[in-house]
């Protein structure tokens, strides 16, 4: 059993649209409380709360949540749970309270504070890890940020304009092969045609790809460089340096059947 209660009246409420007019004072600011009887079998008070009548509501009471025709006086009446209303009295009862004179209230700050430069610790070593992927709180319009680009935080809010960045670190071959290459599995199926190519400094596998009579439609080449290529000027190595620096434009796009956004950045826009 829970029962709410705006503390401040003459406040507008937070749930209030926000094109409504005054605040509405049809409630009371007196205390009220629905009538209490004390319990014929354990003596506490309890409060009538229901439409149906007065019951105890001491746990421990073997009158406990059992209507009686008068107060605990051992005739009971059968109330059944699906019919039970709360009353008027119960609903509108107001508990005034006290707020503490306590000067200088320091409350902690609810929203995480927002990653910068200079915490490395809580960024990680390149300033993209998942972490980085975790919304802020703006500090301008206090609108809660999704991590949509790549290398930004952009507020959303109309009429906002707050944009923040970290510095981001391209991360080395080096470091990208830390551990070895691990086996991967191929899985092919056996009516996609497989071919295998040894051009020296290029393995190549071409999968032939055909409709549903057979036909060839379509072919996917995978090229495979050995060592000497990848560290050339313009090898891989340097175009795995030069998409980490470069704009692209990533961003992260909705998910179309859970909703949210994709845990990974891409360049075309769904």
């Not at 004390?38 to 746990?59: D, K, R, V």
């Not at 993209?128 to 319009?141: H, L, T």
């Amino acid at each position: 059993m829970v029962r709410l209660q705006k503390i401040d009246l003459t406040s507008k409420s937070w749930w209030a649209p926000v094109t409504s007019g005054p605040l509405p004072m049809s409630a009371t600011l007196e205390p009220v409380s629905p009538k209490a009887q004390a319990c014929y079998h354990c003596q506490n008070s309890s409060p009538e709360i229901f439409q149906q009548g007065w019951t105890c509501l001491q746990w421990n009471c073997e009158a406990h949540f059992k209507f009686f025709a008068v107060a605990g006086d051992g005739v009971e009446i059968h109330v059944s749970d699906d019919t039970l209303d709360y009353n008027e009295a119960f609903l509108n009862k107001r508990h005034i309270w006290e707020m503490p004179s306590i000067p200088n209230w320091n409350f902690p700050a609810l929203a995480p504070p927002i990653p910068n430069d200079e915490d490395r610790t809580h960024l990680g070593q390149f300033g993209y890890e998942q972490i980085c992927k975790y919304g802020i709180v703006c500090p301008q319009c206090k609108s809660c940020i999704r991590r949509i680009f790549f290398d930004r935080w952009e507020c959303e809010t109309d009429g906002c304009a707050f944009v923040h960045r970290v510095k981001q670190y391209a991360v080395s071959t080096e470091i990208a092969c830390i551990g070895g290459a691990k086996p991967i599995k191929v899985l092919c199926h056996e009516l996609i045609k497989t071919i295998k190519i040894d051009l020296g400094k290029f393995k190549v596998t071409i999968y032939e790809l055909p409709d549903e009579l057979g036909e060839i439609i379509g072919r996917i080449y995978h090229l495979k460089p050995d060592r000497s290529l990848n560290d050339r000027d313009d090898g891989a190595d340097a175009l795995f340096g030069e998409i980490q620096t470069a704009n692209l434009g990533l961003k992260r796009n909705p998910v179309k059947n859970k909703g949210g956004k994709l845990q990974h950045f891409i360049h075309v826009d769904l």
